[in-house]
T-cell receptor, first 117, second 113 residues
Framework: GAGVSQTPSNKVTEKGKYVELRCDPI?????LYWYRQSLGQGPEFLIY????????DSGLPNDRFFAVRPEGSVSTLKIQRTERGDSAVYLC???????????????FGAGSRLTVL | KQEVTQIPAALSVPEGENLVLNCSFT??????LQWFRQDPGKGLTSLLL?????REQTSGRLNASLDKSSGRSTLYIAASQPGDSATYLC????????????FGKGTKLTVNP
């Protein structure tokens, strides 16, 4: 696609519920990133995929958070037993394979705003 | 642990003014530094990327400098316009293999017509 697409754009859920957030990266981008941005803060790294595998998941805050990218394209961020503190904008970004021109330039989606009541 | 600080947190200037946004980072072992722009309700747009071996990058009215040894970068915006109003974020990628970016909290810029 022309850009990074994230769905839903807004999600309101109740504490304790399960949530899935989807990211559709730019076609041909092998690297995919998830960040979380709380109000008044900069984005905080969660996880990075190169192809299908998670190359770095050190930013996932706890085992309630999990992300997959089974075919090396679309990724889903899954949050179990949501808590009010999970409320934030979840940003996805993609970039070209390392070693290619522009590989370090990330293209971000508009984000999914999650509100946990 | 890398930490990124941006000063000021907010800045309001009249149209036409030249301005400088500041970014500092605690660990000088960086791979690159990027400046992003974020408009309300939207994702981030990459403005400039400076590799660790570079001193500056320019794009139109924007110029970003990097002083790795002192842990500082500046974003210079010439002849500011109301359309430049946005939050500007600085992000650092450290050496060591991980491709994660560490962001500052941003500077919210308002350019008044």
């Amino acid at each position: 696609g022309a850009g990074v697409s994230q769905t839903p754009s807004n999600k309101v859920t109740e504490k304790g519920k399960y949530v899935e957030l989807r990211c559709d990266p730019i076609s041909g981008h092998t690297a995919l990133y998830w960040y979380r941005q709380s109000l008044g803060q900069g984005p905080e790294f969660l996880i990075y995929f190169q192809g299908t595998g998670a190359a770095d998941d050190s930013g996932l805050p706890n085992d309630r958070f999990f992300a997959v990218r089974p075919e090396g394209s679309v990724s889903t961020l899954k949050i179990q037993r949501t808590e009010r503190g999970d409320s934030a904008v979840y940003l996805c970004a993609s970039s070209l394979r390392q070693g290619t021109a522009g590989a370090n330039v990330l293209t971000f989606g508009a984000g999914s705003r999650l509100t946990v009541l | 642990k890398q930490e990124v600080t941006q000063i000021p947190a907010a800045l309001s200037v009249p149209e036409g003014e030249n301005l400088v946004l500041n970014c500092s980072f605690t660990d000088s072992a960086i791979y690159n530094l990027q400046w992003f722009r974020q408009d309300p309700g939207k994702g981030l747009t990459s403005l400039l990327l400076i590799q660790s071996s570079q001193r500056e990058q320019t794009s139109g009215r924007l110029n970003a400098s990097l002083d790795k040894s002192s842990g500082r970068s500046t974003l210079y915006i010439a002849a500011s316009q109301p359309g430049d109003s946005a939050t500007y974020l600085c992000a650092v990628r450290s050496l060591g293999g991980s491709e994660k970016l560490v962001f500052g909290k941003g500077t919210k810029l308002t350019v008044n017509p």
